[in-house]
């Protein structure tokens, strides 16, 4: 201190005592919290109380925490249980010691309320939260302040592009010897749009290079990653995934177990509990992932509809200029492709039911769904076009005759085998139909809650459950015909999934 | 469901099973937290992830938590732990049997997402989102996101109104029979100060009515409950505050007891987690707790200073003309005072310690502080003259003739009796001096440091812990003379305290 004296000497700040790591597999989604007891005479000599943000140290590295104390001896007076996300960004093993003290201010906090407060952040601002973020040091409540400051005003040009790198550089890259590098991305909302899979399969098969990492669902029945574990082993680290993209060309891992952008998907699980999209938080999440994983081409699905993620044209085609430019940024070739998304694509919704519709694709199997197959051409075309691999306008065509000539389904057996082994999904015990009550024509089908169905039925943690389709827009059905089947494991996700579907008129609406 | 028939019989929606609700008495500051096994079959049927916004029903109430989900058995499997804050919520008793399901989401969340787009709230979207905060309904993350779109774009005149009504609506409201009810407030920001108790006393002595309901400490050394405990109960019920000002003309109580405008206290921990001001969320707070508590004529002290709340007149001057503003509105008349807010006011910061600083000027003891006298007479002044019991002009002199004659201690002491007995201060048992460095003159203290360092040494949770200054701007020091005194009861502290001094220049400067 300048002018003041204290009597303590220079340098000893208090080194902090110690307290007995205790994992609990608590598990609170990833929010880092400690729990001390209200007695724990280190928490009253350091002052900490319920809600602080503690910092901890163990084995050589540092995690803060928010503090919860409990009066009940339901752990020691000496320990420090941990929730499961902090005990592994420590790495802790069973008898470590922590000390604990008070966390100091976090400095890029400063920023995000001078981001509330209407000023712009620069490059390194926001370097600054984004690292912070990917190190686990941002409670909820920082991210939620941070994601809302940047959807009440809306992040520009500048802002986006500075967050796609800063969530770049806070993971790791994956890097190819190919000089094309083709990928793929759904913007999504849309139960059942389980093209990757059969795109992946038909690009490998005509030579391209598709290193394709998926995420399981946050919040949908399924993501493509939990359809594609019903068919093989995704969990694959970066030394497996070159291998099976060495052989094969092409793979369809989890992006999880890469760590790719991950600060990323800290903001899409808070973006999610608030239900907020924020546009230049998309642009960035989709170019930062993209960037990370070494794509040189990549093709952007846009669903429209009304019950779709993006909801109009005009939302889609701002979405599609955004994202050019910042592709443009990062040197990617991008295309974006409209494609309807007034329903749910293919008949099944939930991880086995997706998967079998993509094995009937992939097959020429006579129950194959027609719509499911004729996107993933579609889409599968312009991958192609845009890596080259068929002349402009060739692209659908050569995708057809790739699934056709059974090259695709040879080559996504190859991948799968390549990745550890192929399976085969389960079939859910307990079906229900939901039955039409009257005669008429499917004229409206609403895709939230046909995904919130699937989902009440236990998907995507149980992956046989979920939804299967029977009627499309357009069709005629007579009264008690079904119009979809429940699919369950377990009679309380059934009844909870069937009292839903009858509060909710307007689902599937025959006019 | 309008054309769907599923086969359920219409109004047996799933009864919810039942879990044994465990008290552990797990304090999370005011966040409702579930704690239930991973294992527990009844989250497997019903669905239930980490993180999840769960239902809790038991005792014929309702309430909303965060659900964690735990693998080592602290827990049973049939039990569903709760934090203290949904137990007191639900007013369980141990043995009580609790429904656990999946929550819906909430409709004034809707109205969140609509504000943080931009669109201003009516009175009734804004009844709903207090409603819901005040039933405990918010967690912090929508917390974070209302309190983040009111700063971003702030709340205008009308949405200020709003709020403050439906936070009034939020809670209890007390009612007096005198037509003139006086109460002072103060923006806050300066350590010390204190004054609080003795307007009260000397109102009271003057024949006002000044039910005076204050808050404890949120983020500084001491709120005037944690003084004021020092000397008196402060946890009195309704009845308990009538009875004193009926018998004394004025009260000191605590307003947590009375649950006036609770929502306010909700948004106010959340702001001060985030460290974010919003002028509309203050002006609506100040005079939601003023309505709440049946004043009619309020003093509101404004400390101006470069490291006060408010850092300078002009924003001392938009805040005055729109807390008159609102208070016409809701017809009470105020007065806003700007005052000194360079320094701390007293020798005390901490509750034991501001406590003696109160005693030392309403008894007109040789040690009683100059400034804390000198403002709380100022202030006193206008409440007199505000509530019609001096002539414009002399109420500053009618305050100081009132602590003269000692008619403001015994006004004080009568109150103290009446809320249950007075009593004395402790002392802490460690005391530390930071010393001047060199000689010289004191231009500059930093409020917020002080306050800080206070909270180091253990205020307010530890009462007798803070900081006593030994100097003031502008008194010339010499090398080795004490600036201030740590007083802390426990080493752990003092040491922290002490580091922190060390480590921060410029907390007292000598030029």
Redesign the interface.
Known sequence: ????????K?G???AG?KLLAR???????R?A?V?IR?DSP?A????L???SQILLRGRGREARATL?????P??GIDEAAL?EAVWQRLGLEEGDMLTVS?AS?LES?ACV?HR???HRLSQSEMDGIVRDVAAGNY???????F???S???PLDEKETYFLARAMVESGECLQWSSAVVVDKHCLGGLPGNRTTPIIVAIAAACGLTMPKTSSRAITSPAGTADTMAMLAPVDLDIAAIKRVVAKEGGCLAWGGAVSLAPADDIFIG?ER????DTEGQLIASVLSKKVAAGATHVVIDIPVGPTAKVRSRATASAITERLAKMAECFGIKLVCVQTDGSQPVGYGVGPALEAMDVLAVLQDGPDAPHDLRSRACFLAGAVLELGSAAPVGGGTRLAEETLLSGKAWQKFERICMAQGGMRQPGVASLK???????SGRVIYMDNRKIAQLA??A?AP??PTAGVRMQVRLGDEVAV?EP?LTVHAE????M??A??Y??????????G
Chains 1, 2 share one sequence.
């Open positions: 201190m300048q002018n003041m004296r204290p009597r303590m220079k000893d700040a208090p005592p994992r609990l597999r608590l598990h609170t989604h929010e919290v729990v209200t280190i009253r000599a350091e002052g109380g319920p809600h919860f104390q409990v009066e009940q339901i752990i929730s008070h201010p906090l309320r509330i407060h209407g409670a909820d409540v920082h991210l939620a302040a994601l809302t400051a959807s009440a005003m808070i509990t608030l239900d907020i229900q139909p939901v039955l039409a009550l009257h989902k009440l236990g943690d149980v008690g119009l377990a009679p309380g996700h009844n909870y069937l009292a579907a009858r509060s909710n008129p307007g689902m599937v609406e025959i």
